[in-house]
């Protein structure tokens, strides 16, 4: 896989940019997430006529069928700008999990609604209790003449206030099988309750009470909701790789500016040389971090599924000690203006420690990896 920029990459790299300096700036971004709306259906908008929505959305349902490495520019810019939209939740994983299990009259509703921004789908499949592990659902999918009745809840649904339908994972008839199911927000009986995460964006809980759905709801085979899930969730899983790198890229480059023009002893405070040496530190984990981003994109064309796993696993578990060793640096070398709320170093150390527990913590990633070598 090439990852050098080509020229449509770096022009859609170049207009993303001056995206985010004129219509996402620290100000705008701050005042809304204050206002507890992560999501901006205007910003949304615009990132969908970008492109940034259907990158990778086959271009037979309003997408430009891109590949992962298209991706990683793009989600690297989003990363810098701390993009607060549902971007990987509905743009990456439920379009990834659609485009490959998704039937054609799913595509025609859901795909291309998600490809122009229309229409935000994310993924429900977290519960209390099960640390990460989907196939520890408990969320029951009774079979019935009519379709199939979901009775249970799912927590931690990234951007479930804002979605539209989401991609509900549920134990057929509370056996072994496991179903993915698209659950429209409308359902009677489900219901949605959102509250903001620690790095400004926000998540929900969902109650399912005797949601009724139709055979059409299912997501490939009524028992292969798991592969369906992985599918999407690797996708995501590379994508927040190339966006945290990005994030750490813009945090080097602030507090090497703040190093730059704050004086102390007559001198600039990049001058001394035990800064320069930290500084130096912080550069090399967020090229470990790139690189690890291409890792993981890398894996997505991995044929070998454990092969796969142990790549996207190493590579988040890399990135994510690799954020927290950024992100910290940066709010020390800030002093004590890096504990205040005025400076946005602290906005991104709080999107580098949550990239950690998100889409599965290192504990997870480190027993999953460890778990493929006795495969």
């Not at 949304?44 to 492109?51: F, K, N, S, V």
């Amino acid at each position: 896989m090439d990852f050098t920029y080509s020229e449509e990459q770096q022009m859609l790299a170049d207009s993303l940019r001056r995206f985010v300096d004129t219509e996402y700036t620290f100000a705008k971004r701050r005042t809304r997430a204050r206002e507890g709306a992560s999501f901006d259906p205007q910003i949304w908008t615009m990132l969908a006529d970008m492109g940034v929505i259907g990158l990778t959305v086959p271009d037979g349902y309003g997408g430009f069928g891109e590949g992962p490495a298209s991706r990683l520019v793009v989600q690297r810019e989003l990363g810098r700008a701390l993009v607060h939209e549902p971007v990987i939740p509905a743009g990456v994983i439920a379009a990834e999990v659609l485009s490959a299990f998704g039937s054609p009259a799913q595509k025609d509703t859901w795909l291309l609604a998600i490809a122009s921004g229309k229409r935000i789908v994310t993924a429900a499949w977290l519960e209390p209790g099960t640390r990460y592990r989907p196939e520890g659902a408990r969320t029951v999918a009774r079979r019935t003449p009519a379709g199939y009745v979901l009775t249970g809840v799912k927590s931690l649904v990234w951007h479930g206030e804002a979605a539209d339908a989401f991609l509900l994972t549920a134990k057929i008839d509370g056996g072994d099988d496991i179903g993915l199911f698209i659950v429209p927000r409308d359902s009677a009986g489900l219901t949605v309750t959102g509250y903001p995460t620690m790095d400004g964006q926000r998540a929900a809980d969902l109650k399912l009470e005797g949601v009724a759905l139709g055979e059409d709801a299912v997501v490939g085979a009524p028992g292969n909701g798991l592969d369906a899930l992985s599918h999407g969730l690797d996708h995501g899983i590379a994508a927040m790789c190339a966006e945290a790198a990005g994030a750490m890229e813009k945090l080097i480059e602030i507090t090497a500016e703040y190093l730059r023009t704050r004086r102390q002893f007559g001198q600039p405070l990049g001058a001394f040389q035990a800064l320069q040496h930290r500084m130096a530190d912080m550069l090399v984990q967020k090229e470990l971090a790139l690189s690890m981003a291409y890792v993981a994109a890398q894996a997505l064309d991995e044929s070998d599924p454990a092969q796969r796993r142990r790549m996207l696993s190493a590579a988040k578990v890399t990135v994510a000690k690799a954020g927290r060793f950024v992100g910290q640096q940066a709010v020390q070398l800030h002093g004590g203006m890096g504990m205040t709320d005025e400076l946005e170093v602290g906005d991104y150390l709080k999107r580098l420690t949550m990239f950690d527990p998100l889409l599965g913590d290192s504990d997870y990633h480190v027993a999953r990896y460890a778990g493929t070598l006795q495969d």
